[in-house]
C-alpha cells in the first residue's frame, strides 16, 4: 500500500524566516517517484520537483532545497527566507507500481506573514 | 509545461443535475487525468482519460457517476452525474508532462458547490 503523511497541518512563519515541511512516505516497491506541489489561493497545482528512488541527490533551486532521505523515508522540502507569496498549502505526493495514480499527502497550509 | 484550462471554473449547482467540466490543453497530450479535491481534504484520483477508449476508474469511482470523454489529444469532459452536496469539490484535470506520467500538470480546477 502506498501512504504519504504530512504530519504539520498549518506552519505559521514571519516573513524571513526558514521553514521546512516535512513529508513522509511508504511503498513497498523499489522504484518509485516523489513529488511537491504547491497550491497557492487562487487553487491552481504548481508543480514543483519530482525525484525518482534512486536519486538521492539533495536539489536546490533558489531558496527552494529538498533532503530525500531514504533510509528515514522522509522528502522534506526546506523554504528559505520565506516570502508572504509562498504562503500556500504544499502537498507531497507517491507514484510508486502500475498505473498513473499519484498518492498524495493532507497538505501542509504555510502562512507567511509580515 | 503545456497550458491547461478548465471551464468552468465555478458553478453553484442544485442537487439531482449533472455538470460537464471541460479541459482544454494547448498541445497534444498522451495522457490526461481527473482528480478530486473535497474541502480541506487532498488529491484523489478518479480516472484516467483515454482517447479512443473508455476511461480507467479508480477503486471508489464509477463510470455512472462519472462519465469521462477523451475525443482527442487535446480535450476532456469530466460530467458529474446526479449530484449530491457530497459532490462538492474542487475537480482538476492534469497532464502528463515530457517525464510521462510522473510528472503531472494541473488545470486551474472547477470549483463545484451543490446545494
Known amino acids: 500500500a502506498q501512504k504519504v503523511t504530512q504530519a504539520q497541518t498549518e506552519i505559521s512563519v514571519v516573513e524571513k524566516e526558514d521553514v521546512t515541511l516535512d513529508c513522509v512516505y511508504e511503498?513497498?516497491?523499489?522504484?518509485?517517484?516523489l513529488f511537491w506541489y504547491k497550491q497557492p489561493p487562487s487553487g491552481e497545482l504548481v508543480f514543483l520537483i519530482r525525484?525518482?528512488?534512486?536519486?538521492?541527490q539533495n536539489e536546490i533551486s533558489g531558496r527552494y532545497s529538498w533532503n530525500f532521505q531514504k533510509s528515514t523515508s522522509s522528502f522534506n522540502f526546506t523554504i528559505t527566507a520565506s516570502q508572504v507569496v509562498d504562503s500556500a498549502v504544499y502537498f507531497c505526493a507517491l507514484k510508486s507500481g502500475g498505473g498513473n495514480k499519484l498518492t498524495f499527502g493532507t497538505g501542509t497550509q504555510l502562512k507567511v506573514e509580515l | 509545461s503545456a497550458v491547461i484550462s478548465q471551464k468552468p471554473s465555478r458553478d453553484i449547482c442544485q442537487r439531482g443535475t449533472s455538470l460537464t467540466i471541460q479541459c482544454q490543453v494547448d498541445?497534444?497530450?498522451?495522457?490526461m487525468f481527473w482528480y478530486r479535491q473535497q474541502p480541506g481534504q487532498s488529491l484523489t484520483l478518479i480516472a484516467t482519460?483515454?482517447?479512443?477508449?473508455?476511461?480507467?476508474?479508480e477503486s471508489g469511482f464509477v463510470i455512472d457517476k462519472f462519465p469521462i470523454s477523451r475525443p482527442n489529444l487535446t480535450f476532456s469532459t469530466l460530467t458529474v452525474s446526479n449530484m449530491s452536496p457530497e459532490d462538492s469539490s474542487i475537480y482538476l484535470c492534469?497532464?502528463?508532462?515530457?517525464?510521462?506520467?510522473?510528472?503531472?500538470?494541473f488545470g486551474p480546477g472547477t470549483r463545484l458547490t451543490v446545494t
Open positions: 525525484r525518482n528512488s534512486f536519486d538521492e
Open positions: 511503498t513497498r516497491d523499489t522504484t518509485y517517484y
Open positions: 492534469s497532464v502528463a508532462g515530457a517525464g510521462g506520467p510522473y510528472e503531472q500538470y
Open positions: 482519460a483515454n482517447q479512443g477508449s473508455e476511461a480507467t476508474y
Open positions: 498541445s497534444q497530450v498522451t495522457m
